[in-house]
Structure formats: structure tokens, C-alpha cells
């Protein structure tokens, strides 16, 4: 089984920006996929940005592209989340979350870290 610990959260100004990082332990070697979630306040989770652990193949939402970037350390097992350039829309838990099944869902969630975005 896989474990995910999030961190990196925390209360920034628009424009400002936060790097999240998601470590990953336990049975790291079955990791197909990671990826970063988030869900405002009285809004359904929402697909943020993923990126394969083998490979380089990584995707994101469209309201972000050109603010976040996705990058992982294979050596630490880690997955970071560059945010840039923060709105006040952005404010939401991030969590991340892995796939370990060929053609199954993202099944492994860690516990969530908050942005909150101040204007």
C-alpha cells in the first residue's frame, strides 16, 4: 500500500506563490500516476494537474496552465506543485492522490493541504 503525506499549504496574497509538495512512501514501486486535486468551498474536487512516474508525460487543468507546474523527485518518491501567480479562486484544499492499477482510478489520497489567497 501506498501512503501520502501533503505539504506546503498556507495563506498567501494574490500574486504570491506556494510550492506543495506530496511525499509518497510504503509500496512506491506500484506508483503509475500521481496527481493534484483541490476543492473550494461548496464546489465539487477538481482535476488540478497529473503527471506519470514513469516518463514525462504530465497534464493540467486549463484554468491553471501558464501558473502551475507539476514536477516530481524519483529519488525522494516526492511530487511537488508550483503555483504561481495566485488568485483568490485558487483558494481550496489541495490534495494529491496516486494510481497504482494499470486503467484503474486514482484510488490513494493523502489528507489535503489549504490555500487560502487574500486579495
Known amino acids: 500500500q501506498v501512503q501520502l503525506v501533503e505539504s506546503g499549504g498556507g495563506v498567501v496574497q494574490a500574486g504570491g506563490s506556494l510550492r506543495l509538495s506530496c511525499a509518497a512512501t510504503?509500496?512506491?514501486?506500484?506508483?503509475?500516476?500521481m496527481g493534484w486535486f483541490r476543492q473550494a468551498p461548496g464546489k465539487e474536487r477538481e482535476f488540478v494537474a497529473t503527471?506519470?512516474?514513469?516518463?514525462?508525460?504530465?497534464s493540467y487543468a486549463n484554468s491553471v496552465k501558464g501558473r502551475f507546474t507539476i514536477a516530481r523527485d524519483d529519488a525522494k518518491n516526492t511530487m511537488y506543485l508550483q503555483i504561481n501567480s495566485l488568485k483568490p479562486e485558487d483558494t481550496a484544499v489541495y490534495s494529491c492522490?496516486?494510481?497504482?492499477?494499470?486503467?484503474?482510478?486514482?484510488?490513494?489520497w493523502g489528507q489535503g493541504t489549504q490555500v487560502t489567497v487574500s486579495s
Open positions: 492522490a496516486a494510481r497504482t492499477v494499470v486503467g484503474g482510478a486514482f484510488s490513494v
Open positions: 510504503g509500496r512506491t514501486a506500484s506508483l503509475l500516476e
Open positions: 503527471i506519470r512516474w514513469r516518463g514525462a508525460t504530465k
